[in-house]
């Protein structure tokens, strides 16, 4: 459950011009970033052949020409987006050590990861970061996780084996002229690989303190001349983490999975794809719960949840001639969580289809339209409950993106825009302008203006939640309640973003992207209305409480990226973002401690550092360290402010026998434990993250 309870006053930070501010963060983090630059600037290296997927070692025209699919449902190089864009590559998932797609994302730039417990993460983008990030949207191979329940995704469900990713795309800033509502603050779009691309047998086995055992085990055949197919299985089982006293957190975690991807070219025009997968797993985590209508607060409690669930994927593409293609896509998930407080049953059937055009010889045309219908039941208890308990969601969509080679292969100028019906708020658009100015080959300078909206959840609209009582010198109790309201808004945005993107030499890149986002009727939680209720006993009053678009504010910020090949054989990956964010409420609002906790819920300032050394043809390292600014929740108790922290991860790998590899990896070496995030309006307890090691096997066959 997510919600927040209003204070008793109002207390805003005082603030200068958002432009001013703008201005001085990206002169002070240019600055900042020009001199370490300078400082480490290598002589030029001898550069090596590249290899397959494998950004940090191709050439520097190569990395300019990269081609992402993910921000205008097309392929287009990265030289002429005009967007914030990250792309994480299989060689780079093969270095990481990561053992879950959150971990991954951490080498994002701007991205804000936070591990909540075992199998719990607040990931967000430019600030409002929670347990769901509801301004954040998910993709995997064109299906969309983000949950209508919560507003945000169950990054516990999103456990694809890691070897299966071909790249993951990740756009910082909206996309909701392409992707539509909750593509506010960005877009993770993962791809995995080809069937053709995983031909043969893998086998792997991890093993250490906390990841206590977990394999993978996949195989990859030619079923006919014109089809591929690969069957994989998964399976973990993770220990706890340490609870906030010091104990034991109760929230270790097992899931298995098996699934098939199939590649058939059914014509020389027409190729389909399949894909499907079926989980289940059990997670633990300390949740909240209030015990009866006389208890003055919630308190927490072990649970155990079961979840288990599966998708099934066909996406059909034509190609029309070579200057016009189509896709159709169907997907249908299914999702089942038995929450001992909250059990929830989702159905969702997607439809999308895009027709990609080249129109004259300096337009590229890219049209349209999408459905989708998701269903859900939802259990209670005295806690929490929906009202009412199940009931379908129906959106209705079109799309059209135009990019103009303004100046042939110099300026490209990109219009479009979203119109979306949903059940909550009716007729939406999402427009966008984007321009990409390419002086040389090696350098693209790039603006945009984009409107995008995340619209009303079932938590919005029908959550209930009893929070505790009080009682009076006469005995007289009153609960306090949250109730969703039926009349929520959209939450808007409007985005102004300008980026830089540079190959100096074979040897160095540079990203530079700075934003000023303008946020308009974003929630509040108000007191609404006083009744009297007989049940449960004793007979007491209710005060409620409800949401309200009565906030508004703006956030600004820069991030920066290199790739700096030290030596040969040395590459280093180098990285920081610095935001602002700035939360007022309007002057009917009586909610004191939902910008605070916003403005505070996110690190101001995030850096890292990324380093792959081949020390052999055989042998390699990996180190990289993560820095994440203090998160101060002013206006909440002393106890929730949590420390600047610093994780390091590292990982040895041999490779051996030509088809073997085994690899030694340590995970948040800095300290023995260490708090990332507590979601105080959330609905579970934090966990401290664990210093961790294991031990992976990798045989091809």
């Given at each position: 459950m997510t919600f927040t309870h209003a204070g008793a006053s109002e207390r805003l930070h005082a603030c200068g011009s958002p432009r001013l501010r703008l201005a001085r963060l990206v002169r002070s983090a240019v600055v900042l970033f020009a001199a370490a630059l300078s400082a480490a600037m290598p002589a030029r290296a001898q550069d090596e052949t590249p290899?397959?997927?494998?950004?940090?070692?191709?050439?520097?025209?190569?990395?300019?020409?990269?081609?992402?699919?993910?921000?205008?449902?097309?392929e287009e190089k990265l030289s002429q987006i005009a967007s914030a864009v990250f792309v994480i590559t299989q060689e780079d998932i093969r270095r990481s050590g990561a053992t879950n797609v959150p971990d991954l994302l951490r080498m994002v730039p701007g991205l804000d990861v936070a591990q909540v417990n075992g199998s719990t993460w607040a990931i967000g983008a430019r600030g409002f970061n929670q347990q769901f990030s509801d301004k954040l949207l998910v993709i995997i191979d064109g299906r969309i996780v983000y949950t209508p329940n919560f507003a945000g995704t169950y990054w516990d469900t999103v456990d694809l084996p890691l070897e299966n990713i071909d790249r993951i795309e990740v756009i910082r800033g909206p996309g909701g002229s392409v992707w539509g509502a909750n593509a506010v603050n960005g877009v993770i779009s993962i791809f995995t690989?080809?069937?053709?691309?995983?031909?043969?047998?893998?086998v792997e086995a991890d093993g250490g303190?906390?990841?206590?055992?977990?394999?993978?085990a996949e195989y990859g055949a030619k079923l006919s001349a014109t089809t591929d197919a690969t069957f994989y299985t998964k399976y973990f089982n993770q220990g706890a983490m340490t609870g906030l006293d010091g104990g034991n957190g109760a929230d270790g975690w097992h899931m298995w999975r098996s699934g098939f991807r199939s590649d058939s070219a059914v014509t020389s025009k027409d190729n389909l794809t399949l894909?499907?997968?079926?989980?289940?797993?059990?997670?633990?985590?300390?949740?909240y719960v209030l015990p009866s209508v006389t208890s003055p607060t919630l308190v927490g409690v072990p649970e155990q949840i079961d979840l288990d669930g599966g998708f099934l994927v066909a996406d059909w593409a034509h190609a029309h001639s070579a200057r016009t293609d189509s896709d159709f896509h169907i997907?249908?998930?299914?999702?089942?969580?038995?929450?001992?407080?909250e059990p929830e049953t989702r159905d969702t059937l997607n439809v999308d289809y895009k027709l990609h055009t080249a129109?004259?010889?300096?337009?590229?045309?890219?049209?349209?339209?999408?459905?989708q219908i998701t269903a859900d039941a939802i259990g209670g208890s005295f806690t929490v409950f929906f009202a009412p308990a199940s009931r379908s969601l129906q959106t209705v969509d079109t799309f059209v993106q135009d990019e103009i080679q303004a100046i042939p292969d110099r300026l490209y100028v990109t219009?479009?825009?979203?119109?979306?019906?949903?059940?909550?708020?009716?007729?939406?658009?999402?427009?966008?302008?984007?321009?990409?100015?390419?002086?040389?080959?090696?350098?693209?300078?790039?603006?945009a203006v984009s409107r995008a909206l995340r619209t009303p959840s079932r938590n919005d609209t029908n959550l209930v939640v009893n929070l505790g009582?009080?009682?009076?010198?006469?005995?007289?109790?009153?609960?306090?309640?949250?109730?969703?309201?039926?009349?929520?808004?959209?939450?808007?945005?409007?985005?102004?973003e300008a980026g830089y993107r540079r190959a100096f030499d074979k040897d160095l890149t540079l990203d530079v992207a700075a934003y000023f986002n303008d946020y308009g009727n974003l929630a509040t939680t108000e007191p609404s209305t006083s009744t009297f209720a007989n049940t449960p006993p004793p007979p007491h009053a209710v005060q409620t409480f409800t949401y309200e678009n009565l906030m508004y504010g703006e956030t600004s910020g820069i991030e920066i990226a290199a790739n700096w090949k030290a030596l040969p054989r040395w590459t280093i990956t180098p990285s920081y973002a610095l935001e602002e964010l700035h939360l007022h409420t309007k002057a009917t609002s009586q909610d004191a401690i939902t910008p605070l906790f916003m403005e505070n819920g996110s690190p101001q300032q995030t850096a890292q550092l990324r380093s792959h050394l081949e020390i052999t043809r055989s042998l390699s390292w990996d180190a990289a360290g993560y820095f994440n600014d203090r998160l101060s929740h002013q206006g909440l108790t002393a106890d929730q402010v949590i420390p600047a922290y610093t994780r390091v991860d590292t990982s040895l790998t041999w490779k051996f026998l030509e088809h073997g590899s085994l690899s030694l990896v340590g995970q948040n070496l800095a300290k023995d434990h260490h708090l990332e995030f507590e979601d105080v309006f959330g609905s579970m307890q934090s966990g401290a993250i664990k210093r961790s090691a294991y031990v992976r096997a990798s045989w091809r066959f």
């Open positions: 290899k397959p997927h494998d950004l940090a070692s191709q050439s520097l025209e190569d990395l300019m020409n990269v081609e992402v699919t993910s921000v205008s449902k097309k690989k080809k069937a053709s691309e995983m031909q043969g047998g893998l303190s906390l990841v206590q055992g977990a394999g993978v894909e499907g997968e079926l989980y289940a797993g059990r997670e633990g985590e300390l949740g997907a249908y998930t299914r999702n089942d969580r038995k929450d001992p407080q129109w004259g010889d300096r337009q590229d045309l890219v049209l349209g339209a999408g459905y219009l479009g825009t979203k119109f979306e019906h949903n059940d909550y708020t009716g007729f939406n658009v999402m427009p966008s302008a984007r321009v990409a100015w390419l002086p040389t080959p090696r350098q693209t300078v790039w603006a009582s009080t009682v009076d010198s006469n005995g007289n109790v009153t609960l306090e309640q949250f109730d969703g309201n039926p009349d929520f808004q959209n939450e808007k945005l409007i985005a102004y």
